[in-house]
């Protein structure tokens, strides 16, 4: 079968009783990172020298073959470098390739930077979304924000301390600056911190720069009238972007509940009228 088991996020003692069994009995291990592996291996005593094949993004679609293959006779365990494995990590081509070919996928829960965050962050855990890393590129991040605007679930990314500023500036630009977060910074590790509090606040917080792994964790939006006057903004914004208006006002509308057909005139009189 496949295995796939969660690995610590930063303090070793977060290892499961599971997951050192499952790495003492190994034969093949498909890791994101074989050095890495190789050195949680030794920080955990484990003295099995299992066969390590390298699973990452580049070379995951090719690889996946050969181990489900191999997983029909052998147990393979899958490892990335920190957390659970298929999530914002490699893993999910290899499940889906498993599951299409009837081979059996289990788990060894554990550490997760994504509901230690949640848990500490203050902030609704009924119901969130988890949103992975944002997009580098100014406008296709702006993009993906206006589209969660109206999102009524917590929100959770990963994102680069070298960014952190930049994206907590675009996410109080498009979701307002008086919507709550927490940034929480090396979960787990020495110098854990978490900040809560405004996103106006936490981008100022954040503007003489942050380091370590990062994850932030945003209210979700209330149950509000949209402001007509918001909605055209965005759509503004992304014609700005290179969107057709068409298609940036049937964006928002989804977006909003707003009418496509109000916003398309709404921001074709604007145009008019500038």
Known sequence: ??????????NLGDATTRLVTALEQATTIAAEDTRTTQRLLQALGVTNRPRLIALHDHNEKQRAVELVERARTEDVLVLSDA???????????LVAAAAAAGVTVTVLPGPSA??????????PTDRFAFEGFPPRKPGDRRRLFDQLAGEQRTLVFFEAPS?????????????????????????????????????????????????GEIVIVVEGAGVREIDPADALAQ?????ADGI?????????????????????QA??????GS
């Open 1 to 10: 079968m496949i295995i796939l088991a969660a690995t610590p996020i930063g």
């Open 83 to 93: 957390g659970m494995p298929t999530v914002s990590d490699p893993g999910f081509g």
């Open 114 to 123: 994504v509901l230690a965050a949640l848990a500490v962050s203050g902030l």
């Open 163 to 211: 960014r952190i500023a930049e994206v907590l500036r675009a996410m109080a630009e498009a979701f307002g600056g008086d919507r709550r977060a927490a940034v929480c910074r090396e979960l787990t590790k020495l110098h854990e911190e978490v900040a809560r509090g405004t996103l106006d606040e936490l981008a100022a917080w954040a503007a003489d720069g942050v380091r």
């Open 235 to 239: 759509v503004q914004r992304l014609v």
């Open 244 to 264: 057709r208006l068409k298609d940036a006002a049937a964006e928002v509308a989804a977006a909003t509940g707003l009418s496509s057909r109000d916003l398309y």
């Open 267 to 272: 921001a074709l009189a604007a145009r008019a």
